[in-house]
């Protein structure tokens, strides 16, 4: 089923991951030049700051859809979920009018407890909104694990910032300079990892972990 263009184009997937006030750089990031005669360099061990926010991000093949942070303190238990789907669909509304109009959205989400929950559940089923399942670790097969939010981190690695107002204007402006055709590439690539998945029938295969 995934394999249809018509219903990937309906498809709009989210997950929830952690942005950090200061995320170290990649070994390949703090790499630098040396001559063969040049003593090696000595690094500082640094580690990701205790000051971080939960960042909430749905998108399709255009562009973001919906974002949000979450508020410190607050936990995305089934009642906080439900109203960003209820955020979701606002922004779907405005943004996707025709989604809107025939009421043909696919929600794609992992099998956080969250988002299986009784109480979204019916949420997702009152508002005619189908999931698309989601095989249990299965990061290779989530858009957010496998592009956006890597893309996202790696953009943001090595910077510090003092408050976590700064860090999630950064996070959005990033966001924001995420051209169409990225998202487009995502979805290209999505489709062909369900496709090594289905030839694997489900088991573990390595490769294709990004784009």
């Not at 640094?46 to 936990?75: A, N, R, W, Y």
């Not at 009018?97 to 043909?104: A, L």
């Not at 790696?154 to 966001?175: A, H, Y």
Request: hydrophobic share 35%; net charge positive.
């Amino acid at each position: 089923m995934i394999n249809k263009p018509t219903l990937l184009s309906n498809v709009i997937t989210g997950d929830e991951s952690i942005v950090y006030a200061y995320d170290p750089e990649t070994k390949l990031q703090s790499s630098r030049w040396k001559s063969p005669a040049s003593p090696r360099l000595k690094k500082a061990r640094m580690q990701k700051s205790k000051l971080k926010t939960m960042l909430i991000c749905f998108f399709d093949q255009e562009e973001i859809v919906h974002q949000e942070f979450v508020p410190p303190g607050m936990m995305v238990n089934a009642e906080f979920y439900c109203d960003v789907l209820r955020r979701l669909r606002e922004n779907v509304r405005r943004k996707r009018p025709q989604k809107w109009r025939y009421q043909n959205l696919i929600i794609h989400h992992d099998n956080a407890p969250a988002h299986r929950s009784f109480k979204v559940s019916q949420f997702l089923a009152k508002n005619n909104m189908t999931v698309i399942p989601h095989p249990p670790y299965s990061p290779n097969l989530a858009p957010c694990d496998f592009f956006l939010f890597p893309k996202l981190k790696f953009r943001m690695k090595g910077r510090t910032f003092d408050t976590i107002e700064e860090s999630q204007e950064e996070s959005q402006r990033v966001l924001d300079t995420i051209p169409k055709r990225d998202f487009q590439g995502c979805f290209q690539a999505w489709q062909k990892h369900w496709d090594r998945c289905i030839r694997a029938k489900g088991e573990y295969f390595e490769g294709d972990g990004g784009i």
